[in-house]
């Protein structure tokens, strides 16, 4: 026989073996997650933008990502891993040459993040079956990154990986806030973590350097002002207000990270340990000609396991341009 308690400690041990940086279990009462009705609250404001996607409803016209109940009522426990993306590469805001453009830094990797992390998670998730399926005939699983209906940083905070900062990014103590987050969702009721402290304090700095002033309260930003909105979902024209703002950017924004001092304190924030974190030394501070004389080919061929696929050609030109 293995207990709930025996089976959270395997899990956390099998992540730590998979090679993720941070694991941790939370609960899925919304009681206990007040931080999904901000969710609903941010979607009703619009400011989602044009990403409908997290606008999807159930057939009662509920937001699937604002309760569990709602995408899988048989999930018992949310398991949040965290994966330190850090590389060398310097920060946006330490560098400046007009004749180069900045991609964001979870997108300097050699791997796509959504395929290295699902296959780590994959990994946890051996792991529980095998040691729960006996005794839990029952059991169901389901993990995946970035594309479920949850709110990860909300269970990201109540797992104790950190605490939502006010640049809206989960930040933890010792590596910062360059994470991904994937989730393991499991219909065993094990026991949950603690959530992080909030440590941000009474600083506003990811606020005050926000050059589109995105981040219109403590916590919250209106993607419809982000740069990584702008030059990621937005689609179109970008809005002639923002141009001048985004600045050196052609693929998201780092800004309001690198100057968190939790990822400018010394012994924080370390690099990566992962290889497939390593920085493709071309796409760190690219030059602008580069960009603009690839063809759809280059263009398919560079990013082809890369999250600037997203942007499509198309929106890399537009931003470049």
């Known amino acids: 026989m293995i207990s709930l308690d025996q ?13 993720i940086d941070l694991a941790g279990i939370a609960p899925v009462r919304e009681t206990d997650l007040p931080e999904l009705a901000a969710f609903s609250e941010w979607i009703d404001a619009g400011h989602a933008g044009e990403m409908k996607y997290l606008e999807k409803r159930t057939e009662s016209g509920e937001l699937r990502r604002s309760s569990l109940q709602n995408a899988a009522p048989w999930a018992r426990s949310v398991i949040v891993c965290a994966q330190n993306y850090n590389s060398g590469a310097p920060y946006s805001t330490d560098v400046d040459d007009p004749a180069r453009g900045w991609i964001s830094r979870y997108a300097h990797a050699r791997q796509d993040y959504h395929d290295s992390l699902l296959e780590k998670l994959r990994q946890v998730e051996s792991a529980i079956i095998h040691l729960a399926l006996p005794q839990f005939p029952e059991l169901k699983t389901w993990c995946y990154v970035d594309t479920g209906p949850v709110v990860e940083r909300v269970y990201a905070k109540y797992a ?19 994470l991904f987050l994937g989730v393991i969702l ?17 600083c506003t700095r990811c606020i005050d350097a926000c050059p589109t002033q995105a981040l219109i309260a403590p916590g919250t930003m209106d993607a419809r002002r982000c740069i990584a909105y702008l030059t990621i979902e937005k689609r179109g024209e ?53 960009l603009a004389g690839m063809s759809p080919e280059d263009f398919r061929e560079t990013f082809r396991e890369s999250p600037v696929k997203r942007a499509k050609y198309a929106g890399l030109r537009r931003n470049v341009a």
Do not use: Y
């Open 7 to 19: 089976l959270a400690q395997a899990t956390i041990q099998a992540a730590r073996t998979a090679g």
């Open 160 to 178: 104790g990986i950190g605490w939502m900062g006010r640049n809206t990014c989960i930040i933890n103590q010792q590596l910062g806030s360059w």
């Open 186 to 202: 499991t219909s065993l009721e094990l026991p949950a973590g603690l959530p992080a402290p909030d440590r941000c304090g009474s």
């Open 238 to 290: 970008i809005p002639m207000e923002f141009r001048e703002e985004i600045g050196h950017h052609v693929f998201g924004c780092d800004i309001c990270q690198d100057v968190c001092p939790w990822n400018r304190k010394p012994g924080n924030a370390p690099a990566a340990a992962a290889p497939e974190f390593e920085a493709r030394q071309e796409l760190v501070h690219p030059e602008l000609n580069w």
